[in-house]
């Protein structure tokens, strides 16, 4: 047992775990409930209970919910390790039989579950102040974990999951539809798997606006095809998180019945490729597939219906604003704290 816990100890670990004076004690402990579930083939309800309790330990320790369920990641991967050991570090003696790999991730499907029931976990309490006179840490160490959103196609989902975690196998990862949210102990690695994605700190502790911020981000990303930090995009983040009755009354001003109206949906889809390409003509209507003089009469269309000059640096910024906002619309994001359902 002790072998196995130094493999979880010298793994990648949640921040606030690697420096708990409290960790070793708390590892061991959840590997022996993890030994004990695989040896005796335990219930759902018997496993409910025993990590129920493992939970309540993290708490008391002071470990948030990501933590807790960071560390079921790494068990497993760390049990996994051991399949084909003659011996691995978790035998009670020479011959005891190896890991079923499909049972220890059926284990690990349950054990999240009991986590996501479990009510929220205390968060971890801050360290000790730096005294005035030390010398700053590095910004690195001061952000202790990051959370990074982004949306999928229905058929590229699965895939980019697989090689996200494979990447990342400390990531605490939701997904809602083709919508993806992860948490990492440290800057996601290979997060371009996901296609174009926004990356946020999570400050103080604060996963919820972490979460939100993220998914804003994501929002920006998936327009404009390009990864997004939310500090690289802060005027564009406070737009897109406008109750969604502002941001909806702003694109109906903007595109009126370009955007309420099915049937302009091809106009609508004319608009924003041709902003995409700069206002190529030849370029957009390549990516239409239609011929330039379409794409000149779809233009004056769209300009009827709108009153918007494309030519006007003012009115530009509009509608990619509004076609940036529209976007913004289907995105399943974190309500806001305090925020009616209305919003």
Known sequence: MDALTRRVLDGPLPVAVQGSPLAARL????????????????????????????????????????????????????????????????????????????????ILARVIAVAERTPVLVRPSPGPRTPPDSTPRDASHQTARWCVAASCSADDIKPALRAFRSANPDALIAVTGVHVTAFTTCPPTDAAVLGPHGLVPVDNGDTTRAARRAALAAVIARYYGTDVKDEDATPLLAAVDLPATEREAYVVRCLGALHTMERNRHLLQTLAVYLAHNQCTAAAARTLFIHRHTLAYRLRTIATITGLDLDAPFDRMRAEMALLLSDANCWGMPRRRGASRGH
Do not use: M, N
């Open 27 to 106: 590892i061991t402990a959840d590997l022996t409930a993890w030994l004990e579930t695989l040896a005796h083939d335990l219930s759902d309800a018997e496993i409910a209970k025993t990590f129920a309790q493992r939970f309540a330990a993290h708490a008391a320790a002071g470990f948030s919910r990501e933590d807790a369920v960071c560390l079921q990641h790494t068990y497993a991967a760390v049990l996994t390790r051991t399949l084909g050991d003659p011996a691995p570090p978790c035998a009670d003696g020479p011959g005891s039989p190896p890991i079923d790999a499909a049972h220890l991730t059926r």
